[in-house]
């Protein structure tokens, strides 16, 4: 592959919203029609707490920006549950007249930063406002995954549900800092609720890959092709060479996979705002083309931009 940059689509620190000031994290693509594409992403609030909204751009030019939401889609969960401290949008499913959303759920913790798992609201109104059908979530820690689930990437093929998701491995005190290594896994599911997990990993460490977040899945002419961040677990916050960076696999039927990372066709700019990380990609096809959607520097801090596979 080999991607052209196309600059950057929304900076959360220097935009026309009142309410968006610091992070525009996890993006994702949702092709409403011929003109508009919406993106969803995660602002934080005053307390640092993630919160789901979208934009909306012309889906050829998504730098031109048609309108900025100007509130949450999804509110907070009750009181104890599991997304009562942060909701991150992963993931977007058209089903039959409705839009489920996928996303990430945030507790924080004691004896280490933060516990992950994954809910699903659901939209009647064209993605608008996202309701829970219920309050708990779809996937959480289990018998032989302890830690947490997290970022799924969903695609419903027939009466199939098939979800390539986030798996927390296990954490380690590094520089008196908690830090987590997970990997990416594979589930089932008939209904998008309930899921069946597989046994193995999907997408697993090597000698520099510690962590790999959010994948991106989709299929092109019979072939499953994932983007995903990969990243080292050591400094990855402060040292562009162990930072996030993109990787890429193939698969024949979704479920093994191939590394292909020298192929995914995009690295980090010389300067400005994707420099020094690139992570939680999206994707999208409009007129023939791919396009590539991205977080930058700072896990969101300075917004995301794109780019147009040749």
């Given at each position: 592959m080999k991607w052209i940059k196309k600059g950057r689509i929304f900076d959360p620190q220097n935009n026309s919203s009142g309410w968006i000031k610091n992070y525009a994290s996890m993006p994702v693509a949702d092709l409403v029609d011929d003109e508009t594409l919406r993106i969803y992403f995660a602002i934080r609030d005053e307390k640092g707490r993630s919160l789901p909204t979208f934009i909306e751009v012309v889906p050829e030019q998504p730098q031109i920006i048609k309108y900025i939401h100007d509130a949450p889609v999804l509110t907070l969960g009750e009181l104890g549950t599991f997304d009562d401290s942060g909701i991150m949008p992963s993931c977007i499913v058209n089903d039959n007249g409705r839009k489920l959303l996928y996303y990430v759920g945030w507790n924080p913790q004691v004896t280490v930063s933060y516990r992950l798992s994954i809910g699903m609201a659901e939209s009647f109104d064209g993605g608008k406002i996202f309701n829970r059908p219920f309050k708990g979530p779809v996937m959480d820690r289990a018998e032989d995954e302890p830690f947490f689930s997290s970022s799924p990437s969903i695609i419903k093929e027939n009466d199939k549900w098939r979800m390539w998701y986030v798996s927390c491995t296990g954490w380690n005190i590094i520089n008196n800092h908690s830090e987590p290594s997970y990997n990416i896994r594979y589930a089932e599911s008939s209904d998008g609720i309930k899921w069946k997990r597989a046994e193995t990993a999907c997408i697993d460490?090597?000698?520099?890959?510690?962590?790999?977040?959010?994948?991106?899945?989709?299929?092109?002419?019979?072939?499953?092709?994932?983007?995903?961040?990969?990243?080292?677990?050591?400094?990855?916050?402060?040292?562009?060479?162990?930072?996030?960076?993109?990787?890429?696999?193939?698969?024949?039927?979704?479920?093994?996979?191939?590394?292909?990372?020298?192929?995914?066709?995009?690295?980090?700019?010389?300067?400005?705002?994707?420099?020094?990380?690139?992570?939680?990609?999206?994707?999208?096809?409009?007129?023939?083309?791919?396009?590539?959607?991205?977080?930058g520097n700072g896990f969101g801090q300075t917004g995301f931009g794109y780019a147009i596979l040749k």
């Open positions: 460490y090597d000698e520099f890959t510690k962590a790999i977040a959010r994948p991106c899945v989709y299929r092109e002419e019979g072939i499953y092709k994932m983007i995903y961040p990969h990243r080292s677990v050591t400094d990855y916050r402060t040292d562009r060479e162990k930072s996030y960076r993109l990787g890429y696999a193939e698969s024949k039927d979704g479920f093994v996979w191939q590394r292909k990372d020298e192929e995914v066709g995009i690295g980090f700019s010389e300067e400005g705002w994707d420099s020094m990380m690139q992570e939680y990609p999206a994707t999208y096809t409009f007129k023939g083309n791919r396009y590539l959607i991205y977080n």
